[in-house]
């Protein structure tokens, strides 16, 4: 399988003016997102960019066991292709995983697009839900190694994603 070369476009390069969020200290976690200007639903506020990594190469920089803390920013296009933000990563990195979003992430010809699922007002966070999902971990586990802090009403406390199981038809 061949890897495209992450190209950055202009909407992950807007000029500082032009930027719509900042990075500064998040409730949430760490660092996060927060617009600087008014932003309305539909816009698209920034390119996820990074260095893109097969599987083979997700799983041999990274320890995804939950034995350390996990990888923060990667985004996986597919299951054939992962963006590794730690390397020529842009700023869309820092926003944090929210389950109440008011952004979302948009796949448009296997480029990653953050863009507002709501109108945003300046200094809020932005957040997308990450929708990570995960195999084999019982709901108890994953909020213990994956916890979700975003505070949201409706906060599933982690920010994996859990898997829908499809009722079985029963037989007639
Ligand atoms: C893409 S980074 C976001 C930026 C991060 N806050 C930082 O300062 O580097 C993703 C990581 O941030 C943390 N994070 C993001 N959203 C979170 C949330 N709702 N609750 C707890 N931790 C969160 C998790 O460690 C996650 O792996
Ligand atoms: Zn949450």
Redesign the pocket.
Known sequence: MKLKKTKQTEADRPKKSKQKFRVLR?G?????AFATTRIRKGTRIIEYTGELISPEEEARRYDNNGTN?????LFAIDENVTID?TRRGGVA???????DPNCEAVNDDDHIFIEAIKNIQPGVEL?YD?GFEHDGESIAKLREL?????GADNCRGT?VKFKTKRKKKRSK
């Open positions: 998040s949430i976690q760490g660092r996060g803390r996990h990888h923060t920013f933000a990195k820092y926003i944090n995983h929210s389950c957040t990450y994956y916890p979700c802090r975003c920010i």
